[in-house]
């Protein structure tokens, strides 16, 4: 499969008349199961550290509704990936 491909999975659901949302293309940007696995447990924990969408939603749902509120209030996005990235280093993660 050339590099560019998108996954099988990924074709399949656009084919059934689903959105290409953010998540939908940051699974396509990332080649590997492992690797898309492991920014999917990064992502999880930023979100955990902001307290966003907490209540029963899953990874894809979180990353949109992420993106949604992020283009609506980019100080509070930024704001918010810079206390991560701040508490990160703090850590020492």
Same mark, same amino acid.
């Given at each position: 499969?050339?590099?560019?491909?998108?996954?099988?999975?990924?074709?399949?659901?656009?084919?059934?008349?689903?959105?290409?949302?953010?998540?939908?293309?940051? *699974?396509?940007?990332?080649? &590997?199961?492992?690797?898309?696995?492991?920014?999917? =447990?990064? #992502?999880?924990?930023?979100?955990?550290?902001?307290?966003?969408?907490?209540?029963?939603?899953?990874?894809?749902?979180?990353?949109?509704?992420?993106?949604? *509120?992020?283009?609506?209030? &980019?100080?509070?996005?930024?704001?918010?990936?810079? =206390?991560? #990235?701040?508490?990160?280093?703090?850590?020492?993660?």
């Amino acid at each position: 499969m050339p590099i560019n491909d998108p996954p099988t999975e990924i074709i399949s659901e656009i084919g059934h008349n689903k959105e290409l949302t953010p998540y939908l293309m940051f *699974k396509y940007a990332i080649k &590997t199961e492992l690797t898309r696995k492991y920014y999917e =447990r990064r #992502l999880k924990k930023f979100f955990d550290f902001i307290e966003f969408a907490t209540i029963e939603r899953g990874i894809e749902i979180r990353c949109n509704m992420f993106i949604e *509120k992020a283009k609506d209030n &980019t100080n509070w996005s930024l704001s918010q990936i810079i =206390r991560f #990235l701040q508490y990160q280093k703090e850590s020492g993660s």
